[in-house]
Every structure is written in C-alpha cells, then in structure tokens.
C-alpha cells in the first residue's frame, strides 16, 4: 500500500533562516505530487505542483520554492523566511487520472 | 486559483440529526473529493466523485456530483460525536487537469 511521509512535524524558526521540508511517498511510481498551506486551520492554498522530477508548476508568487529531486521525493523551501510564512503545510500525492489526493500528516511552522 | 464557495461555514447541531453542507464552484470540474480534518492532522479522504450525477456513500456519509458539474454536495446521517472537525471539499477544474482546489471548510460541531 502506499504511503506518504512528510517532515518534520512542527518547526519554529527565526525571521531570515532558510527553511527545507521534505515529503516521500511510497508503494507508487510516478505520482503527482502537491505543496499546499494552511492558515488558522482553515482553507488549504495550493502552492506548488509536480506531475514528474524536475517539473514544477508554480500556483502563487511567493518566498517559497519547491523541487523534485527523484520520482518520489518533494522538497518546499525557502532562503529567507518571512513571519507571512508560518502556517500549515501539506504534502499530497495522487496517482493515475481519476484518482484522489491523498495527505500527510502536514508540519506546523512557526517563523518567529 | 479556483474559488470553491463551500457553505456553511459552521454547523453545531444536536448528536442524531442530519447536516448537509455543499460546495460550489464558477467553472466545471470533472474531480469533486470530500475530506475530514482533524486538529493537527492532515485531511483525511471520505468520498470521491468523477462524474456528474454520482451519488457515492460511506456508511453515514453520502455524497453527490452534481448535475451542472459546478457543484457538489455532501449529507451525513444520525450525527455522532466522533463527526466533529472540519470539512472540505475539493474538486479538478475540467480545465485544467492537475491542479485540486479546496472549498473554505465547514466546521462540525456535535453535541451530545
């Protein structure tokens, strides 16, 4: 069965640190993958999209970036955090056409 | 992105009664997905929806693709206190193909 990894699960950092998350998901190949945020628990953002390595489509200019490294791995990053920044962030995969998105277990980051 | 109109934004009803909330969006989706999130959690899949007129259910839960593929709406029956958190639906512009956006959430609150 598959499975999605995403952390760490909570992170506080200061104002102007970079910042690197990392999502893994297994038991699939080739997946989607998706960043989303999510402020004061409401209303997810989509933030970044990947349907293959090294495809990254862009949904909101912002300070954050995203990469995908290998076919399973998604990276959300920034060189300079800002305290707009804080917030819930999710990862999720999805397979084949007509198939859901399914989440993991987000991490919560605080810039301070 | 895409604008999903989800309402209500809050529900606090009586353990046993039935809720209904729905999402609506301004162009046509060919996706429409419902989730439940729990605090601290990432949103949990509860039903999904790939053509117009579905009706899908899961035990308590029953969900419906609607006709005009711009809206979709989501009943749960007899209410218990393990329903609360908050809802999302989230849904596939035909458009566009890759990218889900998600409704606002309704937040469910049982009482006992």
């Known amino acids: 069965s598959q499975t999605i990894h995403q952390w760490p699960a909570t992170l506080v950092q200061p104002v102007g640190s970079p910042l690197s998350l990392e999502c893994t998901v297994e038991?699939?190949?080739?997946?989607?993958l998706y960043w989303y945020r999510q402020a004061a628990g409401r209303g997810l953002q989509l933030l970044f999209y990947?349907?293959?390595?090294?495809?990254i489509s862009s949904e909101v200019p912002q300070n954050l970036s995203a990469s995908r490294p290998q076919d399973r791995q998604f990276i959300l990053s920034s060189k300079k955090l800002l305290l707009s920044d804080s917030g819930f962030y999710l990862c999720a995969w999805r397979g084949p056409r007509y198939s859901p998105l399914h989440f993991g277990n987000g991490t919560r980051l605080t810039v301070t | 992105g895409q604008q999903l109109n989800q309402s209500p934004q809050s529900m606090f009803i009586q353990e046993g009664e039935d809720v209904s909330m729905n999402c609506t969006s301004s162009s046509i989706f060919n996706t429409w997905l419902w989730y439940k999130q729990d605090p601290g959690e990432g949103p949990v899949l509860l039903i999904a929806?790939?053509?117009?007129?579905e009706l899908t259910s899961n035990g308590r839960l029953t969900a419906q693709f609607g006709i005009t593929r711009k809206d979709s709406f989501l009943n749960i029956s007899a209410s218990i206190p393990s329903d609360v958190g908050i809802y999302f639906c989230?849904?596939?512009?035909?458009?566009?193909?890759?990218?889900?956006?998600f409704g606002t959430g309704t937040s469910l609150t049982v009482i006992p």
């Open positions: 038991g699939t190949s080739n997946p989607n």
């Open positions: 929806l790939y053509k117009a007129g």
């Open positions: 990947s349907v293959g390595i090294g495809q």
């Open positions: 989230a849904g596939q512009p035909y458009a566009t193909g890759n990218q889900f956006y």
